[in-house]
C-alpha cells in the first residue's frame, strides 16, 4: 500500500487532515496519542484501527547484526516474503532500500547480481524508518541501501517529502544517493524539499563507468559534475561523491591526477570507499599503502576527502551481501525476531 492510498482511505472515513498528520507523526515517531491528539471521528476509529493494523505488519526484523564500530544491519522481511537490508548507522542514522534487488547492476556489487526483483513502495520504504526506530533515535536517513533511487523515483521523492513533514528529518540529514540520472536532477530542481545529494561515481572515464555500471542511463561524467555544481548552489550545501576503490581499476596514477582536475574549484566531497569482497568476482582492494598514497595525493591537491571502511564489514557489510547470506540460510519459514507476524492484508499485494 502507498502513503497516498492510506491517506484516502482515512479522509473517505471522515478524517480531516489534521487527524492524518498526527496520525502519520505517531506511527513515524514511535510515539503514543497524548492529551493534544485531535479525537478521531466516530466513523473513522475502525478504519485507523484497520491501518493501524495494516501498518504493524508492513515488515518484520529477522535478522540483527550489530557491529563493533556502532552499526546493526537489519535483514526486514516484507509482507510477500522479499528480503531487504536496513542498516542503523553510528551517530543517529539509518541507511535504507529503496528496492528489492537493483537494475543497475554495479560489477562490484551484491544486490547488482540478483537484478531488479520489484520495486518498494513509499510505505515501505519509510517503514524502515520506523524498524531503526525500535533501537535508537534516528536523525538522518540516507537512501543509500539496495536499490537505485532514480529508478523509484515517484515513491523516493514521495519517501523524502514524507520524512521531511511528518519524520523530524531536516532536509540536510535526508540524503539522496544515485549513479546520476537526469530524471531524478530534473525532479530535485523542482522539488520545494533540497534533500542532500550524493552520486556515485567511481571513476573519471565514461567508458570504464559503463563498464562498471552496465544498467545506467549513460550520462558523461562532466555533466554530472555540471549539475551538481548547480544543485550545490540551490540546496545551499556541497554534494558528497561515492568512490569505490578497486584494485588496478580505479587506483592508478591517472584517476588520481583526473580527480584532482575535476575537482578544482568544486564545493564537494569525496567519500573513497575500499571494495567488500563479493563471492564470485574478481575485485579486490588495493593495498592499505597504496590507499594511503591516494589519499595523501588528494589531500595534498584540496580534494576534501573522507574515506571509510564499509560499515559492518565483518558481518557481510556490503550492500546485498547480508541478504544473500541470509536467503541461502532461510529454511523454510523465518523466525522474526521483531515486530509482529506479516500482514496478509491483499491491498498490500
Known sequence: MEIGAVEQQLKEHGALQTHVDHFWRQWILRKNPTARTPRVPEKAKETFAEMNRMLSGLYSVIEENPSPDGSLRLVLRLFDNQLIETVVLP?????ISTQVGCAVG??????????????????????????????????????MGMGEPSHNLRRVMNAVNFLAVYGAIGYKNLVVSTV????????????????????????????????LLP?????????????????????????QFQ?????????????????????????????????????????TRPSEERMEEI???LKENHVLLKYRNSAAQEVDGGCGQLRARKLKELEPEPVPV????????????
Open 295 to 297: 589519499a595523501r595525493k
Open 243 to 283: 568512490w569505490t576503490l578497486l584494485k588496478d581499476i580505479n587506483d592508478d596514477e591517472k584517476e588520481v591526477d583526473d580527480l584532482i582536475a575535476l575537482w578544482k574549484r568544486r564545493r564537494a566531497i569525496l567519500n573513497m570507499i575500499p571494495v567488500n569482497f563479493v563471492e564470485g568476482n574478481s575485485f
Open 91 to 95: 551517530g543517529n542514522g539509518v541507511c
Open 215 to 239: 544498467g545506467i542511463k549513460p550520462m558523461p561524467v562532466n555533466e554530472i559534475m555540471d549539475f551538481a555544481d548547480e544543485y550545490a548552489t540551490l540546496g545551499a550545501y556541497p554534494i
Open 338 to 349: 521483531k515486530n509482529g507476524s506479516i500482514s496478509e492484508d491483499p491491498a498490500l499485494k
Open 106 to 143: 554495479c560489477l562490484f556489487c551484491m544486490t547488482g547480481k540478483s537484478g531488479l526483483i520489484r520495486q518498494l513502495t513509499d510505505l515501505e520504504i519509510v517503514s524502515q524508518v520506523h524498524a531503526a526506530r525500535q533501537y535508537r533515535k534516528i536523525n538522518k536517513v540516507v537512501f
Open 180 to 211: 546520476g540520472d537526469k530524471r531524478l536532477f530534473d525532479e530535485l530542481r523542482k522539488s520545494k524539499v533540497k534533500p542532500a545529494l550524493a552520486i556515485s561515481l567511481h571513476t573519471t572515464d565514461d567508458e570504464k563507468r559503463k563498464k
